[in-house]
């Protein structure tokens, strides 16, 4: 440690390299979400949604329907088989970057989830709903790393003061890449070459590509190993990190204090409720829209992707809030504890409210634009909660909460499947809504009765 600290006061803002870092990473978080929600939208126009509907369709549907006869059942399965692949390296990789670093598993990782893409096409016209499956599996096994990457990266980079604020910016792109896939991908399949849907998959592919190519060159490990961070701003973090984690450095992993710890198991179950309901909505909300809002394709994009720019900005917003509460003193435990209640108690309501306000298109837009808004305050809730644990192994503790949270999530469009295959009508509709609310008020409800904002380990 240096002992002529200089203030990150002296440094202009726009020079700090750890915003530089943090760009990269709300970049890639929004590529990694492109690439991940694509398929929502792909989907409705590759189905032939007239020959499986139990009910009639009319003119308007049937001259968007695909080449693909694949029940809503069978869709449940294919959109959840990315995240098979997406959960097998998320502890591995969380293990493995406390020894050798998260950038290159980043950036490689990506890279794999990027190049894969270019084979969607060719894999369901040939391969059909199998080789579909297989492809998308590879892109998940690919995108793996980086939610533990990330929050290594941010425990690295960015000062205890920011990480409410930075966590959301980061996290938050999640948001930005679906409000972006969404309207292109319903454009490009309106509009785009190949048949309009397999062009969606060969422009996000290519800009991935681009993207990680970036990364790689640009993005440091840590403000020791960068070569162009000014010496007062890595004396800062490094300072700023040191003395919040003042322990050695090359302390093993407590896996029994992890296992054991009420605050980690909350982390735990928040995360696994809010990825039931997200995915429920992120994969399923585009065909809600399409057989029971009547929303065509090209139109649905735009629609769908409404709320998701919601949860972006007032991602932010909370994110502002909560730095903002931390540093007048507020206890971190109850400011995790009310973005928490804020992001999962909200989308809960609104999922109740949904079912009901079928026949109005303003009213339902409206209403999910609201509860998912309001999700986004669960970036300064539970989700940069790991840093609060153990900035040092908050890497490793997201990689497991990750995990186990995509193991559930990956459940959720599977069974929207397989209550709509009953008939997609707005009953069944209600209930799959009424499921991912439940969840919602549980894991929000376990996480305000254990959760701590205190360092752990």
């Known amino acids: 440690m240096p002992a002529d600290y200089t203030s990150d006061k002296e440094i202009p803002a726009w020079r700090r390299t750890r915003y530089l870092v ?59 088989s990315f995240f098979y692949g997406y ?23 990506m890279m794999i989830n990027s190049v894969a893409a270019f084979f969607v096409p060719l894999s369901a016209r040939s ?25 290594s990266l941010l425990a690295n980079w960015v000062p205890p003061e920011e990480r409410s604020l930075a966590g959301a910016a980061v996290y938050a792109g999640a948001q930005f890449g679906t409000i972006v896939s969404m309207p292109l991908s319903g454009f490009l399949a309106h509009h785009g070459f190949d048949g309009g849907w397999p062009s969606i998959f060969y422009v996000f592919g290519m800009v991935s590509t681009v993207w990680c190519v970036l990364f790689i060159w640009l993005v440091p ?34 896996f029994w204090g992890i296992a054991k710890s009420p605050p980690f198991h909350a982390v735990l179950v928040a995360h696994a409720g809010q990825n039931y309901g997200y995915e429920t909505l992120m994969t399923m909300l585009p065909t809600y829209m399409f057989r029971v809002m009547d929303v065509d394709i090209q139109a649905n994009g735009v629609i769908s992707s409404l709320p998701y720019l919601a949860m972006w900005l007032l991602a932010i917003a909370f994110g502002f809030l909560a730095d903002c509460l931390i540093r007048r003193k507020c206890s971190v435990t109850i400011v995790r504890k009310l973005m928490n209640s804020l992001g999962q108690y909200g989308p809960a309501a609104t999922l109740i409210a949904v079912g009901f306000v079928h026949h109005s298109l303003w009213l339902t837009c409206v209403v999910f634009v609201f509860g998912l808004g ?54 069944n509709w209600r209930i799959v809504f009424y499921i991912s609310a439940g969840v919602f008020i549980f894991s929000a409800s376990f996480y305000n009765i254990f959760g701590s904002g205190k360092q752990q380990w």
């Open 22 to 80: 943090i760009l990269m990473l709300f970049t890639g978080m929004a590529n990694a979400y492109v690439m991940r929600t694509n398929m929502s939208v792909a989907i409705v126009a590759m189905v032939n949604h007239t020959a499986i509907s139990d009910v009639d369709g009319d003119s308007d549907s049937s001259s968007q329907d695909g080449e693909f006869v694949w029940s809503y059942k069978l869709q449940g399965y294919i959109l959840s």
């Open 87 to 109: 959960v097998l390296t998320q502890i591995p990789f969380g293990l493995l970057i406390k020894y050798c670093g998260a950038r290159h598993f980043l950036g490689w990782g």
């Open 127 to 151: 391969g059909g709903a199998i080789g579909l499956c297989v492809v998308r599996f590879i892109q998940g096994l690919g995108e793996g790393p980086i939610v533990p990457c990330s929050h």
């Open 221 to 254: 490990e840590s403000p020791e190993a960068s070569k162009h961070i000014s010496e007062a701003e890595r004396q800062h973090i490094v300072q700023a990190i040191w003395e919040a984690q003042p322990t050695e450095a090359g302390a093993k992993i407590p």
């Open 374 to 427: 309001l999700n986004g305050a669960i970036y300064s809730g539970f989700k940069i909660n790991h840093l609060d644990l153990s900035p040092r192994f908050a890497g490793f503790l997201i990689s497991v909460t990750n995990c186990v949270a995509n193991l559930v999530g990956l459940t959720a469009p599977m069974v929207a499947g397989h209550v709509i295959d009953q008939g997609p009508v707005v009953e």
